[in-house]
């Protein structure tokens, strides 16, 4: 079974820094992307970012709204995902997703995590 | 690309017929997905490329639309499926979602 767990989230001041896991299990980790989606509380969906396998480069794509201040990275051998975000604001508060790309259709978001909450607060 | 779903809200009985629709600001071809979100939870993806039935996914649920216009309708509404339901497209970077349609008893 596919499995998707968020870790990290919690209370932080504006303009420091937090890192999120996604720990994944139940399939080949190496094998797939990893995007990362929030969801503000009360709000819509909005996507943040993604990673790809390492036989590609792992290339990364960021949402305008985080690039520069987020960073996703791999750690295959253990089957984690990370999402590094920096110089956080209030406006990144939110629920944050990961999700398993679809090899048959790159962007379609059909594996979620339960989400971990995000509150930038002062 | 922005995708505009429309209505925002909409308030039904058990039994309706209920549909949504959406938008999107430039030619998607049919790479537009449906997910459903029910408070607390994850999304989950209900329909993709824009009219195929995900696995396990109850048949009353339907899509269809290609190039900017879409639509997810729900035959016969039943008690499970009041949520919010999204669009979201894929055809390429950044992918981005509708606003979102709540979807209430009336």
């Known amino acids: 079974e596919v499995q998707l767990v968020e870790s990290g989230g919690g209370l932080v001041e504006p303009g420091r820094s937090l890192r999120l896991s996604c720990t994944a299990s139940g399939f080949t980790f190496g094998d797939y992307g990893v995007n990362w989606i929030r969801q503000a509380p009360g709000k819509g969906l909005e996507w943040v970012g993604f990673?790809?396998?390492?036989?590609?480069?792992?290339?990364?794509e960021y949402a305008a709204s985080v690039k520069g201040r987020f960073t996703i990275s791999r750690d295959d051998s253990k089957s984690i995902a990370y999402l590094q975000m920096n110089s956080l604001k209030t406006e990144d508060s939110a629920v944050y997703y990961c999700?398993?790309?679809?090899?048959?259709?790159?962007?379609?978001?059909?594996?979620w995590g339960q989400g971990t909450l995000v509150t930038v607060s002062s | 690309i922005q995708l505009t779903q429309s209505p925002s809200s909409l308030s039904a009985s058990v039994g309706d017929r209920v549909t949504i629709t959406c938008r999107a600001s430039?030619?998607?071809?049919?790479?537009l997905a449906w997910y459903q979100q029910k408070p607390g939870k994850a999304p989950k993806v209900l329909i993709s490329a824009a009219s195929n039935l995900q696995s396990g996914v109850p048949s009353k649920f339907s899509g269809s639309g290609s190039g900017t216009d879409f639509t997810l309708t729900i035959s016969s509404l039943q008690p499970e499926d009041f949520a919010t339901y999204y669009c979201?497209?894929?055809?390429?970077?950044?992918?981005?979602f509708g606003q979102g349609t709540k979807v209430e008893i009336k």
């Open positions: 430039q030619d998607i071809s049919t790479y």
């Open positions: 999700t398993r790309d679809n090899l048959a259709a790159p962007l379609l978001f059909d594996y």
């Open positions: 990673i790809g396998i390492k036989p590609y480069g792992g290339t990364t």
């Open positions: 979201q497209q894929l055809n390429n970077y950044p992918p981005t």
